[in-house]
T-cell receptor, first 115, second 113 residues
């Protein structure tokens, strides 16, 4: 089954304790992206990757890191989490085409609480 | 830069009534437009997308959306709401030549029995 998986689904942590949220896709997609979802703000892009070893900042990258060492994996790293990073996080992947009418496939989400 | 505005953060309709969720975009050229649905505790699922092939787009679960260039709108409708339609709906836009999806703020749809 074609899918994007994320782990963990739920995480409660304390300020300053480094954490990693994993993301993996089995569709051989080149493009992967991380979003955070906050009430009233919709989804905002944190980082994205066009392919292996190619990553770039999205709209809200502060406090986050990513890496893309393999095509299928795109982990999100919070080196020193803070309470304002409490949010619902989504990983997504897609295969870019000349026409922009292609969909992004989303993971199930990771709900992170930082106390 | 592309942007999307969804009018109404919450919409409530009765079961069997018309559903209308509003989306307006800003773009100098017709972009690619999408509606996604998010059911409780789930990720986002594509409902439908505008590809310029037709202005009226039919999606899954009986939803459809009409692209109106003169109004820069892409409103989502369903003739008769079902309890299972209760979810959050997101309108998104991708510009010409871009990879990034820009999302609206979301509209939470509640269905009253």
């Amino acid at each position: 089954e074609a899918q994007v998986t994320q782990n963990p689904r739920y995480l409660i942590t304390v300020t300053g304790k480094k954490l990693t949220v994993t993301c993996s896709q089995n569709m051989n997609h080149e493009y992967m992206s991380w979003y955070r979802q906050d009430p009233g703000l919709g989804l905002r892009q944190i980082y994205y990757s066009m392919n292996v070893e190619v990553t770039d900042k999205g709209d809200v990258p502060e406090g986050y890191k990513v890496s893309r060492k393999e095509k299928r994996n795109f982990p999100l790293i919070l080196e020193s989490p803070s309470p304002n990073q409490t949010s619902l996080y989504f990983c997504a992947s897609s295969r870019p085409r000349t026409s922009g009418a292609y969909e992004q496939y989303f993971g199930p989400g990771t709900r992170l609480t930082v106390t | 830069a592309q942007s999307v505005t969804q009018l109404g953060s919450h919409v409530s309709v009765s079961e069997g009534a018309l559903v209308l969720l509003r989306c307006n975009y800003s773009s100098s050229v017709p972009p690619y437009l999408f509606w996604y649905v998010q059911y409780p505790n789930q990720g986002l699922q594509l409902l439908l997308k505008y590809t310029s092939a037709a202005t009226l787009v039919k999606g899954i679960n009986g939803f459809e959306a009409e692209f109106k260039k003169s109004e820069t709108s892409f409103h989502l409708t369903k003739p008769s709401a079902h309890m299972s339609d209760a979810a959050e709906y997101f309108c998104a836009v991708r510009g010409q030549g871009a990879q990034k999806l820009v999302f609206g703020q979301g509209t939470r749809l509640t269905i009253n029995p």
